[in-house]
């Protein structure tokens, strides 16, 4: 009895060894490209740009394949000019568009709404990583899909078990949009239109806070963003919108919260007294403004606020404000034009 | 007759005064430093341009009552719970009332946000809070339903209440899930809310709030005397004399109005209407006389304590006082433990 016990349970753990010792992929080949195509030996990665607009060739080819490195620090090998692109982050698609790599996309999220060209993108997903049916994506065949970072890092690595490649980018501040448009810009063969784009952006941001300087000799207003009111909640300077206040020249009244969309303090809000109340709207022209206004005063306490009395309460448009892309400086230049209506008055 | 009445007042002074203390120290904490000095001078000369007086009045004071009334509220239905169920563990939620309150809150910020920007305007108070409250009551109502026309409802009526209310508490609450899931840009906002706050609740909110709790609560005192009775099982009531199911009903009824009021103004804050009742029977005793208003007093004053630490620990930012309740809950469990430990010793 003992005797076949024991048989039995060497026979059993020897099965159990066979089944988890065989690895068919080897580790160091899992996030490569296309390791199954034959590699040229001659193949020269294409060099990413990395100085101004003087390198820009009227005469261009993009010359593939490439390797790119992207937010996850690999260096993802594309084989081919890819003419089937997903894009899973609005402002992903954005930037395809911007440098006109509008007719190399097949698909996008849902919430891609801008330009008017994505109309004829496949929508596929919803931009909820839980949502997105990968059955869906690998149906439309791709050959590239860019995703966001940490926030679809399921997903990426589904789709890079499937060897399909995936670029991940982060989008959450201004020095990632510039990362992004370099890195996508490589991937998909216009490498000549980033830096144009990197420099166009630049200069603009540039332009908008030469424009400011002159007015901020008085000192900075005092910003206080509403992202909900039950509970109280904000954007604090180390969330994006943050970031884009700090660059339009203002100064946030929750400035010593580290906590990127807080809930805060009413009472502090009111002992501070801001000078201009932000408040984001889905659509320009979807909420009126004087009825905003209306609301705000009605609350105990905010009819005192600076904001308030001299009715600088304004509301931004949320996709120029949320989105890490190239509309970035629209958004800048929204919030500026809140923040120093002055500033802008001869235009 | 008249040295009972006298005795009970008696006891519940400590209680008192520990809500007492508790309402000053609220008042005079916070993300402001409002001086003891300033509190006194504002409190009897209101005045309408002074910052301090604003921000005490409008802002300070409502909250601080708004949490007293809550945390009252919702021990006064914990201890009732715990009366009618006869079971320890037995707190405001157990026959589903958050879960259906979240749903009606979520279906009410989601209808809400299409239409309105996301402000609060005087007129979009009341949806929200009405909804929640019907979402409650709904709920709470499927599961007496199930409880009166099944048979096992019959037989075992307390247990079926306690199964078809975890039952419907998990599907709602699935609802709810499926709800955030599917709304994905909401999915902030419902989930703060659930996470229960007093942050941005002002006068209007108490005037809605605070009649229902004060008139379900002083209901569940009335019926102290069969709280007691049931508390001692369903044959001894009735060979007491009591009309158990009337009476079982009406309490349960008065309890959820109490819970689906709190949850409805103030999310989903857990623990304090299991913790409170507990220990005030450790201090005054099981009968449900003393009871009553001994664990209002008590969950008033831990839920201001609560409120207070939440909007000042990390000032001017604040932590959602559900979590903070939650976190009284762990050294509350561990006391008791040890304390039953040694009772049976």
């Not at chain 2, 379900?216 to 001894?236: Q, V």
Request: charged share 15%.
């Amino acid at each position: 009895m003992k005797n076949l016990f024991c048989f039995r349970l060497i026979l059993l753990s020897l099965i159990l060894v066979q089944i988890t010792g065989c690895d068919p992929e080897p580790a160091g080949q899992q996030f490569s490209g296309h390791d199954s195509l034959p590699q040229s030996t001659d193949r020269q990665p294409l060099p990413l740009p990395t100085s101004g607009i003087n390198e820009a060739d009227l005469n261009y080819a993009p010359s593939f394949p490439a390797t790119v490195k992207d937010y996850r620090g690999q260096d993802i090998e594309i084989v081919n000019q890819p003419q089937r692109i997903i894009s899973l982050l609005p402002s992903h698609t954005e930037t395809l568009f911007a440098l006109g790599a509008g007719d190399q996309m097949v698909g996008c999220t849902s919430l891609c709404n801008y330009p008017p060209e994505t109309k004829g993108l496949k929508k596929i997903t919803i931009a909820n990583p839980g949502k997105i049916s990968l059955e869906a994506l690998v149906e439309l065949q791709p050959d590239l899909v860019l995703t966001g970072g940490d926030y679809h890092r399921e997903i990426s690595e589904q789709l890079t078990r499937l060897k399909i490649p995936v670029l991940s980018f982060e989008s959450q501040s201004l020095l990632d949009i510039k990362g992004s448009i370099r890195g996508i810009a490589a991937a998909t063969g216009h490498a000549d239109k980033a830096e144009l784009l990197v420099y166009k952006i630049e200069r603009e941001i540039q332009a908008i806070q030469d424009q400011l300087k002159p007015y901020q000799k008085k000192g900075k207003p005092l910003v206080f963003y509403q992202v909900w009111n039950q509970p109280l909640m904000t954007a604090g300077p180390t969330s994006f919108i943050g970031a884009l206040i700090k660059l339009a020249g203002g100064e946030n009244i929750f400035a010593d919260v580290k906590i990127a969309y807080p809930q805060v303090s009413e009472e502090t809000l009111i002992l501070r007294n801001p000078d201009v109340i932000l408040i984001p709207q889905l659509k320009e022209g979807s909420t009126d403004p004087a009825a905003t206004l209306l609301k705000l005063s009605q609350r105990p306490g905010w009819k005192q606020m600076n904001a308030v009395k001299n009715k600088r309460v304004y509301l931004i448009e949320d996709d120029l404000i949320s989105r890490p892309g190239p509309r970035v400086v629209q958004g800048l230049q929204k919030i500026a034009q809140a923040l120093y209506p002055e500033a802008f008055q001869e235009q | 007759m008249q040295s009972r009445q006298l005795f009970l007042i008696w006891r519940l002074l400590p209680l008192a005064g520990f809500l007492l203390v508790a309402l000053l120290v609220g008042i005079h904490w916070g993300a402001v430093e409002l001086s003891f000095g300033e509190i006194r001078q504002n409190l009897w000369n209101p005045s309408e341009d002074s910052q301090m007086s604003l921000i005490l009045w409008e802002i300070r004071l409502p909250r601080v009552i708004l949490a007293a009334c809550v945390g009252g509220g919702l021990a006064v239905a914990g201890a009732a719970f715990q009366g009618v169920f006869r079971n320890p563990l037995a707190d405001p939620f157990v026959i589903g009332a958050s879960t259906g309150a979240a749903l009606g809150a979520t279906i009410a910020l989601l209808c809400l946000s299409g239409s309105v920007s996301i402000l609060s305007a005087t007129w979009q108070i009341p949806w929200l809070i009405l909804s929640a409250f019907l979402g409650a009551l709904l709920v709470v109502g499927v599961v007496f339903i199930i409880a009166a026309l099944s048979q096992t409802g019959r037989n075992a009526p307390l247990l079926t209440l306690i199964l078809a209310g975890m039952a419907l508490s998990s599907f709602t609450g699935a609802l709810v899930s499926l709800i955030m899931f599917l709304n994905h840009e909401m999915l902030a906002t419902i989930f703060n809310w659930l996470l229960g706050s007093f942050s941005g609740r002002h006068w209007d909110e108490i005037s809605l709030v605070v009649p229902v709790i004060l008139f379900s609560g002083g209901l569940i005192w009335l019926m102290s005397r069969p709280l007691d009775l049931l508390s001692f099982g369903d044959e001894t009531a009735l060979t007491l004399g009591l009309a158990t199911g009337k009476f079982r009903v009406i309490i349960l009824v008065a309890a959820t109005m109490c819970t689906a009021a709190c949850v409805a103004v103030s999310g989903v804050i857990g623990f304090l209407g299991l913790m409170a009742p507990h220990m005030t029977r450790i201090m005054l005793g099981p009968r449900h006389g003393l009871l009553i208003p001994g664990s209002c007093l008590l969950g008033a004053g831990l839920m201001v304590m609560a409120d207070t630490l939440a909007r000042t620990v990390i000032a001017p930012a604040e932590i959602p006082v559900g979590i903070v309740t939650a976190m009284m809950g762990c050294p509350f469990f561990l006391f008791l433990l040890i304390s039953r430990g040694q009772q049976t010793k």
